[in-house]
C-alpha cells in the first residue's frame, strides 16, 4: 500500500533553516510529479512547492527565493530545504503525489510539525 512518511521538522527561530524528508513507498516513485504541502491552523492545506518527472520546480510565491524542492528516485526520496524561516510558515507538513491530491484521492502521510518561534 501506499505510505508517505515525512521527517525533518521541529522548532526553530525565526531565521533558522530546516530541511524535510519524504520517504515514499507503494508506487512507482520516478514516475510521479510530488508536492511539499503543509496546513496550518485553522487553514486550509495548500500546495507550496512541486518537482516533476523530470526536475522541473514550482513553488508558491509565499516561499519562493527561500524553499528549494528537490528529489533522490533512488531513494524515493523527496526534500524540501526551508532557509529564513518565518513564523507564518508554521505549518504541518506533508508530501503527495500531485495529480493524486488534484483528483481529491491523495492518501496522506502522518506529516511533521514546523513551528517557527519570533
Known amino acids: 500500500q501506499v505510505q508517505l512518511v515525512e521527517s525533518g521538522g521541529g522548532l526553530v527561530q525565526a531565521g533558522g533553516s530546516l530541511k524535510l524528508s519524504c520517504v515514499a513507498s507503494g508506487f512507482t516513485f520516478g514516475m510521479n510529479t510530488m508536492g511539499w504541502y503543509r496546513q496550518a491552523p485553522g487553514k486550509q492545506r495548500e500546495l507550496v512547492a512541486s518537482?516533476?518527472?523530470?526536475?522541473?520546480?514550482n513553488y508558491a510565491d509565499s516561499v519562493k527565493g527561500r524553499f528549494t524542492i528537490s528529489r533522490d528516485n533512488a531513494k524515493n526520496t523527496v526534500y524540501l530545504q526551508m532557509n529564513n524561516l518565518k513564523p507564518v510558515d508554521t505549518a504541518v507538513y506533508y508530501c503527495?503525489?500531485?495529480?493524486?491530491?488534484?483528483?481529491?484521492?491523495?492518501?496522506w502521510g502522518q506529516g511533521t510539525q514546523v513551528t517557527v518561534s519570533s
Open positions: 518537482i516533476s518527472i523530470g526536475g522541473s520546480t
Open positions: 503527495n503525489r500531485v495529480r493524486r491530491v488534484e483528483k481529491g484521492n491523495g492518501t
